[in-house]
């Protein structure tokens, strides 16, 4: 007996939604979802100011810990996220790092990951007069005058970082997790 075109067709759609649910994103919540936390901010390297036409890196680490409260083995697959300096009370995003590394988390385990960033005192102002020149006139200064102080200030933390549109992506039972995260150095 030949199976009708309609079971066939039934089957079918039903082996896709199938496919295609073992596939879906979610954005995990409650108890057991895996979390990404900034832990601390480090100066990985530090070479002192010189005035342009110098070009002087600054080279931070930003440390995080992953967390997988669960019972079960997750794995971050990727992550990204925006690094933002403070000058006179408001943000300036400077940088977009984005990590391709599978780490393994045990469940009831943390793991720390630690991505490096390299800021260059000659593309920081470019970075500030196209990215937030309104801004940067709003409180009074100019692009150079900023970096100057923020590669001057950096050893004391005397200005805050924040991480913000953090977005880490787990493989985990069900299929793969998005899960949120910012956070900011010093802690205040």
Known sequence: ?????????????LAMVTAGCAMVQTQPTGPNAPKVELERVEVASYFPYAPP????????????NVVNPSDVNVALEEMKFAVSFEAKGTYFGLSNPTVYETMWIPGRTTNQLRVVVVL??????????????IQVAAIGMKPPD??????????????????????????IPQGSALVAFEGAFPRK
């Open 120 to 133: 260059d005192s000659a593309i920081v102002p470019a970075t500030l007069a196209v990215r937030s020149g």
């Open 53 to 64: 036409p110098a070009r002087v890196p600054l080279i931070l680490a930003f440390v995080f």
């Open 1 to 13: 007996m030949r199976p009708t075109t309609s079971v066939v067709i039934g089957v079918s759609f």
């Open 146 to 171: 900023i970096v100057k102080a923020w590669w001057e200030q950096i050893g004391d933390f005397a200005f805050g970082i924040r991480i913000s549109e953090g977005v880490a992506m787990f493989s």
